[in-house]
């Protein structure tokens, strides 16, 4: 335990706890560790932003341990959708409770394998977050490309939007059983952007229970999100073991993206380092770059843009110097062979990735899947 942790207890304790009146208004503890993130940090005036989270991080999950915190929002399956995007850019609704109709509907190609793709805290399917993962599978034209519309319960304060994350996957485990088997196992992918890679492992981890020990074929989660997750009992995260193959793609370690090594494969994209080139000092674009990354190795020209150095330790990640050149795969063509952690390069600007051939690179914003 940090000096710093029974100060962020009590802060915690202090601003969590309620008055009776409190409670007979019906103020849930959610809204206060929102609060708390603010004071916390002004207390941490002067550290680095990595140690800044980490505290948050070991705190929310302290509390969230403790039963300190409770859903406001109760996740209903009812009030859940798969969204089809079909290749004429049609949007097309399936209720999670009636899944199975996603099998029949117009633009479904049987012979086609499934991508799901899950967004992260107060991004809906709407919005841009998504978008270049949809505009690069449809220039693809081999993938029904699926979003889980679960925004009613993702775009809350964090902390009851994180303790949704199971209960989410869990829906959508319930959901991919009403579709054909084997095809689930063999042809479905799910992929998950920061909370939306937390929904991902937690839906391969239900599938593998509810259908009584079948397992996906694969998950990727892109830079899965930090606060709250894996330093508590309670929301463990996306794992090996989620699916047959667990790839991450980490642009944000430590402050919104998890910095720990969670799946088969892990890519660190500049190493552990929080900032990513061309971001600035931004949290937000270093952590949606892990989006932008993955959605140009979507495109057929681009599938190679990124190649790992595999590390021995943890901490040659940092500069990646001492880590080999394996040359694996990062983002949609990752091959479940390249196991362990990796460092890779990256541009501060489109192509990201430095292996990319310039000849033949598909830029995001060429008419090649346009809508």
Known sequence: MTPFTPVLLLLALGLAG??????????????RLEQLQDTLQQVFVGLPLGITFSQLNKLCSTIVDLGLVQTK???EMSR????????????VSIPLTEAE????APGFYQDRPTVIFITGWRTSITDSNSGPAAKAYNCRNDTNFVLLDAADFIDTLYSWSALNTEAIGAYVAEALLKLDRSY??????????SLGAQIAGSAGRNFKKLSGGATLAR???LDPANPCFYDGNNLGGVRSGDAEFVDIIHTNPGVLGTPKVVGDADFYVEGLFAFKS????SVSCSHDRAVKYYSETVYRTNTN?????SCGRYADLWDGRNCNDTRAVMGYGASARDQGFFYVDANDEEPFGTNANPEAYTASNSQCGAC
């Open 219 to 221: 998950v990727t989660g």
């Open 278 to 281: 061309g971001c600035g000092a």
């Open 73 to 75: 929002i109760i996740p």
């Open 80 to 91: 859940m959708s798969f969204l089809l995007r079909t290749d004429e850019c049609q949007n």
């Open 305 to 309: 843009n990124f190649l790992g150095k």
């Open 184 to 193: 689930v196992i063999q042809k479905v992918h799910l992929v998950g952007h």
């Open 18 to 31: 309620s008055s009776e009146s409190e409670t007979q208004k019906g103020l849930d503890l959610g809204a």
């Open 101 to 104: 109709k996603l099998w029949e």
